[in-house]
């Protein structure tokens, strides 16, 4: 069964530091996007890409945050500088988004921890 | 602002109960409204998945009941097992083929043997 991948896993980081995150979305899926969760929270969209175009990034704090999907596949999101309140999971889903099909299928996210 | 509203916020049942999540939403714009499910440490999959034309859609032991001029729908989990326990977010999707998903805060369920 095709997946969403992210890596890594899990990432501590120092506040100040730098941070990224990869995401490879089921294959043939056209539209990407990118998630915060914060622990206790329902995910709340970042961004969301339509091939490399970004369509919705209204919810992405700028001044930090930044992603890319250069070749309209794989994406990565990153943070500079990370801020202790950016701890949560950051997850990536893939939609078809053909016709009217508006499943959205989740990776299994990046925990980060901010210190 | 909250799009979607859930509760409740947790939710104790015991093995063979029903289990039932509610939530709510104001914008008739909303067109499509899924549920999903999270076990910690994973990413949310998707559960069942409703759209307004429809007032019940049911897979399995899980029902989505679709109330359009109440603008409410609920997820009942029929026959609940200790493996349903994990966190449920309901979800509601605006716009257009390119819309987006607004989630609810979830409902953390868990189901005693």
């Known amino acids: 069964e095709a997946e969403v991948a992210q890596s890594p896993r899990y990432k501590i980081t120092e506040k100040s530091q730098a941070v990224a995150f990869w995401c490879d979305p089921i294959?043939?899926?056209?539209?990407l996007y990118w998630y915060r969760q914060i622990l206790g929270q329902g995910p709340e969209l970042l961004v969301q890409f339509q091939d490399e175009s970004v369509v919705d990034d209204s919810q992405l704090p700028k001044d930090r945050f930044s992603a890319e999907r250069l070749k309209g596949v794989d994406s990565t999101l990153k943070i500079q500088p990370a801020e202790l309140g950016d701890s949560a999971m950051y997850l990536c889903a893939s939609s078809l988004q053909q016709g009217a099909s508006y499943e959205q299928y989740f990776g299994p996210g990046t925990r980060l921890t901010v210190t | 602002q909250q799009q979607v509203k859930q509760s409740p916020q947790s939710l104790i049942v015991q093995k063979g109960g029903i289990s039932i999540i509610n939530c709510a939403y104001e914008n008739t714009a909303f067109d499509y409204f899924p549920w999903y499910q999270q076990f910690p440490g994973k990413g949310p999959a998707l559960l069942i998945a409703?759209?307004?034309?429809?007032s019940e859609k049911k897979e399995g032991r899980f029902t989505i009941s679709f109330n359009k001029s109440a603008k409410q729908f609920s997820l009942h989990i029929m026959d609940s097992q200790p493996g349903d326990s994990a966190t449920y977010f309901c979800a509601a999707h605006r716009g257009s083929t390119l819309g987006r998903l607004y989630f609810g805060r979830g409902t953390q369920l868990t189901v005693w043997p």
């Open positions: 409703i759209r307004p034309d429809v």
């Open positions: 294959s043939g899926h056209a539209t």
